[in-house]
């Protein structure tokens, strides 16, 4: 036990020497590299770590997360019952033969979005979420060093969304730094929005206790690491963007206008996900029909998730995960990555029982929360693009990257999180 226990803490500290070390070897100008910058990142992802995973009442207040999440799950179910009958979780009118196939993704768990984001505009009309967001901008600032609008841009990204969140510093983004264009665009690679974090908790919190907990608490550990990785691979001249203080504005006029507002700025992420699960899953689908008429290897048939895991499995092994287990690991993360997070998650919770210990399962769930995969390349294009028009070709320019550096920063989490396990 002891020797495992070693081995176990050994191998996610490898796994962070080894993605610090491939960053500064990738690095636009290594010399310009902040030791500062990697010291604080790690320090900070750790203190956060640390205090939201081994404090006894942090720790307690996850199962009223979780409880929050069942609550919200019940009302949403109120809601769906009503519009869309027994496609939505109400009573069917006629025997059922197979109950086990009567949920319907798009009707009970999807619908969740619009609730969520209903919820959110509320409480930034409240003023609780811009609290949250300064405190988290101040503690960024005071720990990495970074300035004024990336400092509440990359605060805001732990809540919100990739698009939203650069709205808060829209008057900044056409003349922020290009390091801090970078920085910006990585935290919202490497982090969720709050409008997805209760639909994923549902999704795996039959595999993993205390899912909303855990969820939340890797979109705020990997805030840090997104700053810094972005800062390592295209680093600032100076010590931050600038000092400029931002002012978080309501754009609603009273509660239930924000109620209205959120919710119809949600139906079209709500369309955007069934259309592309639709697509995304007939795809994969696609290729392994494809790569079945291959000679098998194995004993088994070639398919996109096989060849995803054999390609992961290094990585996934270097964050804390077992040899034995790193091939199905890997093809979670290959499927984030090529795919999305919703659709690694999904296949997470559905996983057999046995295939992933526990421990790699908790690891994953941290390692796969942000948003660093090719659709969201192009949702972050048309958004950003179409606040700063002026600076879409550095946006495009630096996609690429910023799905690179949000992929690290998230397998960073999962690391420090391996090393506390």
């Known amino acids: 036990m002891a020797i495992q226990s070693l081995l176990n803490g050994l191998q996610p500290l490898l796994g962070l020497g080894v993605l610090i070390a491939l960053a ?43 409880q929050m999440v069942l609550s919200l799950q019940e009302a949403t179910q109120a809601g769906t019952e009503l519009v869309f009958g027994y496609l939505g979780g109400g009573a069917a009118p006629f025997e059922t033969r197979y109950p086990q196939n009567s949920f319907v993704l798009a009707f009970r768990a999807l619908p969740l979005i619009l609730v969520i984001s209903a919820l959110s505009a509320l409480l930034f009309h409240w003023r609780v979420l811009p609290v949250l967001v300064r405190g988290f901008a101040w503690l960024l600032r005071r720990t990495l060093g970074t300035g004024g609008p990336l400092g509440l841009g990359a605060a805001a990204n732990v809540f919100v969304g990739m698009t939203e969140a650069p709205l808060l510093i829209r008057p900044y983004l056409a003349s922020m730094s290009r390091p801090a264009l970078f920085g910006l665009m990585t935290c919202g690679m490497a982090t969720i929005a709050g409008t997805v974090m209760v639909l994923y908790a549902s999704f795996i919190g039959g595999v993993v206790p205390d899912a909303m907990g855990h969820i939340l608490t890797a979109s705020l550990i990997s805030a840090p690491a997104a700053l810094m990785m972005a800062g390592v691979l295209v680093p600032e001249d100076t010590h931050g963007d600038d000092g400029a203080t931002v002012r978080i504005e309501a754009q609603t006029h009273s509660a239930m206008d924000a109620v209205t507002r959120g919710t119809l700025d949600a139906i079209p992420l709500w369309l955007n996900i069934i259309a592309m699960l639709v697509v995304m899953v007939a795809l994969v689908s696609l290729a392994n029909q494809l790569l079945g008429l291959l000679p098998t290897v194995g004993g088994e048939a070639l398919s996109a998730q096989r060849l995803l895991g054999w390609l992961m499995a290094p990585v996934v092994w270097l964050i804390g995960i077992p040899w034995s287990e790193a091939g199905t690991a890997g093809a979670l993360m290959g499927v984030k990555t090529v795919l999305n997070e919703l659709v690694a998650y999904l296949q997470l919770a559905n996983l057999p029982e046995g295939v992933l210990s526990e421990r790699s399962r908790l690891i994953m769930t941290y390692a796969l929360c942000g948003f660093a995969n090719l659709g969201s390349l ?33 397998l960073m989490t999962g690391a420090i999180v391996a090393l506390l396990i």
């Open 24 to 66: 500064w070897l990738l690095s636009e100008d290594r010399r310009a590299v902040r030791p500062r910058l990697i010291l604080a990142g790690l320090g900070l992802q750790l203190a956060l770590a640390l205090l939201l995973l081994k404090l006894p009442p942090v720790r307690e207040s996850f199962l009223t997360l979780n």
């Open 378 to 410: 192009g949702i972050m294009i048309g958004g950003l693009g179409a606040m700063a028009p002026a600076r879409r070709d550095e946006i495009v320019g630096l996609g690429m990257k910023s799905i690179l550096a949000g992929t690290m920063a998230t």
